[in-house]
């Protein structure tokens, strides 16, 4: 019970889109810099226990070419560049034994790499993914360039400055007295239920998204709203925050179109499902923020 909460630590020192926009150009072909590199959506990684997803610039005469590049920043005196390259180039790794090709959850799940790369892979495939997504002027629909070290995409024919997203979500455990309210979606792992959670609207507070999608998808009435915790979600490129709330109804209305089913757990339920010994039902994964909202409850 004691996992950590994934994709939180970083100790990169971070690049950003006010800092030297020539820093790409300089360290992109660094000998003594790393890679990160993605394909398709798909991090390859230095096998290993456990691996690294830091890999050296060499890696990259092993393709036959590559998308976009970002500067993330550097490990000490390490440059690192996140490199986004074609789903077919990871193939070229698959079945080399030195190297693991899988997906970012599973990275975080399996502990395939230390616990302090999975920031700096989560930040890599959200700038990577953004890059894919955006190549084109939302303004006028010219192709836009990448800029400032990849940390911005201008665009030629309107000069337009677009910057990377990062989608607000709120994530909410829910109680009354002894009871918290928790639900599925289909596509979840059988027998798991996690937190509410949905993505903040314009101009909306957080205390008011909690409340209205807390209403909207179980029909409970939230009253008081207070925050916990914060975790960079890379699926593209989410901030979960994790919020406590009152409910003042305990009537559940499932929106079904929404939610497989919505109920109340007891205290005894949560601890059975948080040690994985509860006969019916599941926690969450120990990598996600609604299994930590769930640890936080239990010790009040």
Request: hydrophobic letters at 40%; proline letters at 6%.
């Amino acid at each position: 019970m004691n996992t950590p909460l994934g994709y939180i630590k970083n100790s990169l020192t971070r690049h950003s889109a006010e800092r030297d926009p020539e820093a790409l150009e300089r360290h992109h072909q660094n000998r003594d810099g790393a890679v990160i590199l993605v394909a398709g959506g798909v991090p390859i990684l230095q096998a290993g226990e456990p691996g690294t997803c830091l890999l050296p610039s060499s890696i990259l005469e092993r393709l036959h070419g590559h998308d976009e590049q970002v500067f993330l920043g550097t490990l000490g005196d390490r440059p690192v560049v996140a490199t986004l390259a074609s789903g077919e180039a990871a193939d070229l790794f698959r079945d080399d034994p030195a190297f693991a090709v899988t997906d970012l959850r599973t990275i975080a799940v399996s502990g395939l790499v230390p616990e302090g790369e999975l920031g700096l892979l989560a930040m890599a495939k959200s700038m990577l993914d953004w890059h894919s997504r955006h190549r084109f002027c939302a303004n006028c629909g010219a192709r836009t360039m990448v800029a400032h070290a990849g940390f911005r995409r201008d665009c030629p024919a309107c000069e337009t400055q677009h910057f990377p997203r990062t989608d607000p979500v709120v994530i909410m455990l829910v109680t009354h007295g002894d009871k918290c309210l928790l639900g599925r979606q289909s596509r979840f792992q059988s027998r798991t239920y996690s937190c509410l959670a949905g993505f903040l609207e314009p101009g909306e507070t957080v205390e008011d998204a909690v409340r209205r999608e807390t209403f909207e998808e179980a029909g409970i009435r939230v009253g008081a709203v207070r925050y916990l915790a914060s975790q960079p979600w890379p699926f593209p490129s989410s901030l979960m925050i994790g919020c406590a709330g009152e409910a003042e109804t305990v009537d559940i209305v499932i929106d079904k179109t929404e939610l497989e089913d919505v109920r109340w757990f007891s205290k005894d339920d949560i601890g059975q499902m948080l040690d994985g010994t509860h006969t019916e039902f599941a926690a969450p994964s120990p990598i996600a923020i609604a299994h930590h909202l769930l640890l936080e409850w239990m010790r009040r």
